[in-house]
């Protein structure tokens, strides 16, 4: 039997996407942005995986004496979406390192402050690409 | 089965599998080698397909072997096969100019795994266009984006690397928000394979939930497509990354985003929904208007040259938008057209601009002070690359523009008529403004002695600019082509039914296995 109210999860869903969606974009801080967008993209996992229960299904095993089964299909879809997830905190992360190597800094304000001088202090000057970090 | 059969899944996994080669090599020239003849296979593959798509409609290919809608198919139709080409097409042409480009820009240690990188992005574009599967497109869309951060972050300059994290932010929020949208059209219809949504979207299209997932769905192309308001990522991205990066993503990533919106809207939901029904039109022809107008204005007062393409870009996007948007067969020819034709201008551009970066070392507007006269060659490509933006006739430019107007004529939309024509005169300001610096200013003293490209970058270049011209005078095969994939995607039920995999024989059991699906997901 289903303990929870049928639309219990698709409210954790919500709350789950708009707090990493307001995360990734009110933090200035790089890696809490990364978090932010671990937290959106974990809120669709719930999403495909509630919508693949069904109301007093079995686990999708084939059993004498059961007939309901949940379908599998959102799960496995959902394997693969965690595996890109990884990825992508994987690759934002090696860039948050480069960015912290090349910056001093993984402040959105520091960054983007050092840019400016850069865009100041090399006006007109060609070849600007003396600084680069991390090799 | 012979090679032949296995076509539609070759063109991915020849670049996919090279990828992993490409590193296990090392060393940077054989690591190109290896790339280039992967992309040069590929393309052989992708004309092999179009020109089995001519001969005998669109083709299915069953992964594994399992029958849709279980298995994954594949579906090459007259689209998707033109949409391969030029994809497989501008890889091969790019990475032709390459090795001169990447010695110069890429640090070694980097070398073979920038090309492993560029195969890898290579794959999954070209899975995205392939795949017949709804879900299969996102996969390829993470594949694809997630080596192009790391493409785009191995730039000299430190801005490349939050160009590079700006764009995973961005581009994530793209992806996720096309994976919400897919998880809502399973949950209503139970199946993930394009033509059985198309069948069974009907029935429910007037739910909330399909309704969301469309929005859903928008919303994450637009961003993955740099539609006007969503375009932020990219100025940057084009600016910062490696010219050959550059070169390659402006020509094929967008308009594989291009694709997949037309896709989904125009071959699953259906013209009827996705534009008679929901307010699409009332949001794609203002947003298209306001990207070519605003992003031309800004695009005009830049000094860095790559910075200005790419905000031509946005406003070029613009142009494809608001043909989709005006819904008529012209406004969706002129939509694929300038989807092949801004590939073609763009790719001539920017691989011209890398040849600059790679004499001049910069492409400031200061760089291009009197370089007409020391790389004739590389600045005429520029000029003709720049008419066709404008939209000269003669040039492949001026035909996509051409349809457009007539589109929005049709609809007795005079007004956008005009405004696209406005969009074109600011093009002529930002196209003179680096023509006029590059023959009419004396040369900067700092810069010494140019002289012109290497051959191997002239070479897709000038093959690029040819075709600009050849196919902005020979129109029938690329006008007649789009407009056949037009009259397919907006041609109504009818005409999707006839190529639905469905009415084969042998195929019902899996009708009916995906209902079963459908239930149990609907009743969950």
């Known amino acids: 039997m289903n303990a929870l109210p049928g639309i219990f999860n698709y409210l954790v869903v919500v709350f789950l996407m708009m707090a990493g969606f307001y995360v990734v974009i009110a933090q200035g801080n790089l890696i809490k942005k990364l978090v932010g967008l671990g937290l959106f993209q974990a809120s669709v996992f719930i999403l495909y995986i509630t919508m693949g229960n069904l109301a007093g299904g079995a686990a999708p095993i084939v059993t004498e004496g059961v007939t309901v089964y949940s379908s599998p299909l959102p799960h496995v879809l959902i394997l693969t979406a965690i595996v890109v997830g990884v990825a992508t905190t994987a690759v934002g992360l090696a860039l948050a390192v480069r960015i912290q190597e090349a910056y001093g800094s993984v402040e959105e304000e520091v960054i983007h402050a050092s840019d400016l001088r850069d865009d100041e202090s090399l006006f007109g000057e060609p070849a600007a690409c003396d600084r680069e970090g991390g090799q | ?524």
């Not at chain 2, 300001?429 to 680096?434: A, E, L």
């Open chain 2, 1 to 524: 089965m012979t090679l032949i059969d296995h076509l539609p899944v070759l063109v991915v996994i020849l670049p996919l599998l090279t990828a992993p080669l490409c590193v296990l090599l090392d060393r940077p020239v054989a690591a190109w080698g290896a790339a280039l003849g992967a992309a040069w296979l590929t393309f052989v593959g992708a004309a092999l397909l179009v020109g089995q798509v001519a001969d005998g409609g669109a083709i299915s290919y069953q992964l594994g072997g399992w029958a849709p809608p279980w298995g994954i198919e594949y579906r090459v139709d007259t689209l998707g096969a033109y949409v391969l080409l030029i994809v497989s097409a501008m890889a091969a042409l790019v990475l032709l100019s390459a090795r001169e480009s990447v010695e110069r820009e890429i640090f070694r240690v980097n070398g073979a795994r920038f090309y492993a990188a560029f195969l890898l992005a290579f794959a999954g574009l070209m899975g995205i266009v392939a795949t017949g599967d709804a879900f299969n497109v996102f996969v390829f869309l993470e594949i694809s984006s997630l080596s192009t951060y790391a493409l785009i972050s191995m730039g000299r300059d430190r801005r490349a690397l939050t160009a590079a994290f700006q764009y995973l932010v961005m581009g994530t929020i793209g992806a996720t928000f096309i994976l919400i949208g897919i998880g809502f059209l399973y949950m209503m219809t139970g199946t993930l394979n394009m033509l059985d949504l198309a069948e069974r979207l009907p029935e429910v299209s007037n739910t909330r939930t399909v309704r969301a997932g469309f929005a859903f769905l928008t919303v994450g192309i637009g961003l993955k497509l740099a539609m006007f308001p969503l375009h932020l990522w990219m100025p940057n991205a084009y600016t910062y990354a490696p010219s050959v990066v550059t070169a390659f993503l402006a020509a094929t990533a967008t308009k594989v985003a291009v694709y997949v919106l037309l896709r989904f809207i125009l071959g699953i939901f259906g013209i009827e929904f996705g534009l008679g029904r929901m307010p699409l039109e009332y949001l794609l022809i203002p947003l298209g208007l306001m990207g070519i107008l605003s992003a031309s204005m800004v695009a005009i007062y830049q000094v860095e040259i790559k910075r200005l393409l790419a905000y031509s870009s946005v406003a070029q996007i613009g142009y494809i938008v608001l043909g989709v948007g005006l819904a008529n067969t012209h406004g969706i020819t002129a939509a694929v057209l300038h989807l092949f034709n801004h590939a073609l201008m763009k790719g001539a551009l920017f691989i011209a601009l890398g040849a600059v970066a790679y004499r001049i070392g910069a492409t400031t507007l200061d760089a291009f002070s009197g370089l007409g006269r020391r790389m004739p060659l590389t600045m005429g490509a520029i000029v003709i690359g720049g008419l066709s933006l404008i939209g000269v006739p003669g040039t492949v430019g001026f035909v996509s523009k051409w349809y457009l107007v007539l589109a929005a004529l049709e609809r007795g939309l005079w007004p956008i008529a005009l405004l696209v024509l406005v969009g074109s005169v600011m093009a002529v300001v930002y196209v003179w403004k680096v023509v006029e610096r590059a023959y009419f200013s004396q040369a900067s003293s700092g810069s010494g002695e140019a002289s012109e490209a290497p051959l191997m970058m002239l070479i897709p270049l000038w093959t690029l600019v040819l075709a600009n011209i050849y196919f902005g005078l020979h129109t029938d095969l690329s006008a007649g082509l789009a407009r056949q994939a037009a009259t397919v995607l907006s041609g109504g039920q009818g005409e999707r039914h006839a190529f639905a995999y469905l009415d084969s024989p042998g195929s019902a059991a899996g009708a009916a296995g995906g209902a079963g699906l459908c239930q149990a997901a609907q009743s969950a």
